[in-house]
Structures are given as structure tokens and as C-alpha cells.
């Protein structure tokens, strides 16, 4: 998956949902382990959120 970035307008404030695949690797090692997808949002010009981790 790639990383996205969906933006919306609802009324003024714009919303943005960011996709991440998130993934440990260790120094050394090419090996990708225990990875994630994680959903962050964000309400106008407020902080980005954690919304869902997969």
C-alpha cells in the first residue's frame, strides 16, 4: 500500500484522513517485522489524530 492522503471540505473546515504503512526493522537486517496500518485524521486546523490501527 501506498501512503495517501485524502482530503474533504465539510462546510469551512477541510478534512483530511493520511494512510500509513508502518512497519519495525531492526538495525542490520533487511527484514521488515509486525507491521501496521495505521489511519490518521485531522479537523480543520487542528493536530493529526490516531483514527485506527490495523
Same mark, same amino acid.
Given at each position: 500500500?501506498?501512503?495517501? &492522503? $485524502?482530503?474533504?471540505? #465539510? =462546510?469551512?473546515?477541510?478534512?483530511?484522513?493520511?494512510? /500509513?504503512? &508502518? $512497519?519495525?526493522?531492526? #538495525? =542490520?537486517?533487511?527484514?521488515?517485522?509486525?507491521?501496521? /496500518?495505521?489511519?490518521?485524521v485531522?479537523?480543520? =486546523?487542528?493536530?493529526?489524530?490516531?483514527?485506527?490501527?490495523?
Open positions: 500500500m501506498k501512503n495517501d &492522503i $485524502f482530503v474533504s471540505v #465539510a =462546510g469551512e473546515d477541510p478534512i483530511s484522513k493520511c494512510n /500509513l504503512e &508502518i $512497519f519495525y526493522q531492526q #538495525a =542490520g537486517n533487511t527484514t521488515k517485522a509486525a507491521f501496521y /496500518l495505521v489511519s490518521l485531522k479537523f480543520g =486546523g487542528e493536530e493529526w489524530k490516531v483514527f485506527q490501527v490495523k
